[in-house]
């Protein structure tokens, strides 16, 4: 595989420290602009009908049945028009939102415009939906321009897809208030994911393909890793990054710890743009007696940690992380420092990829675009998907509008975009109860847990929180 994984996590983005490395060339397509900052693709060569992994392709020519597409009439004719945005007789606009514009990161995030594009190309070689070709345009909020880029999407496409801002605060005044609707690849902020339940979901015309719910959080590999360290479990340490989104995942994190009985002694944050000395940090937690270690932020500055703690001769029995530290820029940065480290995920690594038809086949779409392979694009891909089934399932029944869009979206119970992750409940904003924990080992990443099936899974692998955790709260 030409690309090595990469994951900047959804919470990580307003940090504006990652270290995410955009590609160069993207590959050939034909734009135009799409409103300030914004590239639009269309590509259209059609083909006969595929698969994504497990889940059927909805992109097609159509059938011969007699069934007529919707257009913007049709679906204008009883209803606000603004429900058929991006509904034309020859194509079908849709957008997706990232900040790879930000000066302070260059391509931060533009994997996510690299599943979009890749997926866009693959669904229009096949047809589109019902033989009319999507159009794609690119929305750049570079961080600040959130809002004045969904307030473009509200006039112009007919949905986001696959997308995410770090200022998704700001949704609720936009977007939402619009009636557009996002099949988002992720939500930054517990304003724009939400609580679990289908009526947020609705309220916040936002749907998720791998939903990361405010009064949710996984803990999963906590409980699996607890088997064979429950002494370790007694003596957490918490470092996070002090800026709100962080110190919002840190609560989060410390009251799903001690829901699942851990004692946690020691709580440190840092500089979000990092620190100058890591060595006061590591003897801290040296002297807390830290034998299990949560740290909140990036896995560059978690790198340098370990390497302080190594300097110190020092250690926790378990150092257990989130999936955006699955990226060898962390890997990079810790060394040999890294080795134990242990990783979450509920998508499929791309090192199973010959097993999985659905990394796969992601991975060959993105690569064949000069694209960047990393697990936020992977999400895109599942959102992609999702979409498409909405659309065309919308579409055959001649409404092809946002509100059928978000009903559609939204009646899925259960998705793992054909294989690419663990199984999802997108219609009730319920994140996966089923994971994988990887280990460094000889500074690469290896399946630790489970060994003998594709995923764990439990029906306590899902903490419900109590805490209001929104800005307001």
């Known amino acids: 595989m030409a690309s090595r994984p990469r994951f900047v996590p ?11 490395t955009a590609c160069s060339s993207r590959g050939e397509d034909t734009s135009a602009q799409g409103g300030d900052g914004a590239t639009t693709t269309t590509v259209s060569t059609p083909a006969g009908g595929e698969v994504f992994g497990t889940q059927p392709s909805h992109c097609s020519q159509g059938d011969d049945s007699g069934a007529t597409a919707t257009t913007a009439a049709d679906a204008g004719a009883s209803s606000d028009p603004s429900q058929s945005t991006g509904v034309g007789e020859d194509a079908i606009q849709v957008g997706t939102i990232s900040d790879p514009g930000f000066t302070g990161q260059p391509g931060l995030n533009q994997e996510l415009f690299d599943a979009g594009q890749a997926f866009v190309e ?3 070689s096949q047809g589109g939906i019902n033989g009319r070709p999507l159009e794609l345009t690119e929305y750049d909020a570079a961080i600040f321009d959130y809002a004045a880029k969904v307030a473009e999407a509200c006039d112009e496409v007919l949905a986001l897809v696959g997308g995410g801002g770090a200022q998704d605060t700001e949704w609720s005044s936009t977007g939402q208030e619009c009636g557009l609707v996002d099949i988002a690849a992720y939500a930054a902020t ?11 979901v609705i309220e916040r015309r936002t749907v998720q393909p791998a939903p990361n719910p405010q009064d949710r959080f996984p803990v999963g590999d906590i409980r699996l890793l607890a088997e ?7 003596h957490v340490g918490i470092l996070y990054a002090d800026f709100g989104t962080l ?34 940090f590591a003897q801290k937690l040296k002297e807390d007696g830290v034998e299990w270690l949560n740290f909140v932020g990036d896995g560059t500055f978690l790198g340098q940690l370990q390497q302080a703690m190594a300097e110190a001769d020092y250690a926790p029995e378990v150092t257990a992380q989130d999936a955006n530290f699955y990226d060898q820029g962390y890997l990079d940065a810790a060394g040999d420092a890294a080795e134990g480290t242990y990783v979450r995920s509920s ?18 779409l993105v690569e064949g ?3 960047e392979v990393a697990l936020l694009g992977a999400q895109s891909m599942s959102a992609w998907l999702l979409f498409t089934q909405a659309a065309d399932a919308c579409d055959d029944a001649g409404t092809l509008t946002r509100d059928c869009l978000l009903d559609e979206a939204a009646s899925v119970a259960e998705w793992d975009g ?12 319920e994140s996966a109860s089923c994971i994988i924990v990887m280990q460094v080992q000889d500074g690469s990443f290896v399946r630790a847990l489970p060994r003998d099936e594709p995923f764990a899974c439990g029906d306590d692998y899902i903490a419900q929180l109590d805490g209001d955790f929104s800005s307001s709260g």
């Open 247 to 280: 110190r919002t995942i840190a609560e989060r994190t410390a009251e799903a710890y001690e829901q699942v009985g851990a004692t946690i002694v020691s709580e440190q944050s840092y500089n979000v743009t990092g620190e100058a000395n890591w060595a006061p």
């Open 10 to 20: 959804v919470v990580l983005a307003a940090l504006l420290v990652l270290a995410v």
């Open 347 to 364: 998508f499929v690594p791309f090192e199973e990829a010959d097993e999985n038809p659905a990394v796969q086949q992601y991975i060959d």
């Open 190 to 200: 517990p304003e724009k994911g939400g609580p679990a339940g289908h009526e947020s």
């Open 122 to 124: 693959w669904c229009n």
């Open 228 to 234: 064979d360290h429950p002494d370790a479990l007694d």
């Open 369 to 371: 675009i000069d694209g």
């Open 418 to 429: 054909g294989g690419l992750h663990a199984p999802t409940n997108p219609s009730e904003n």
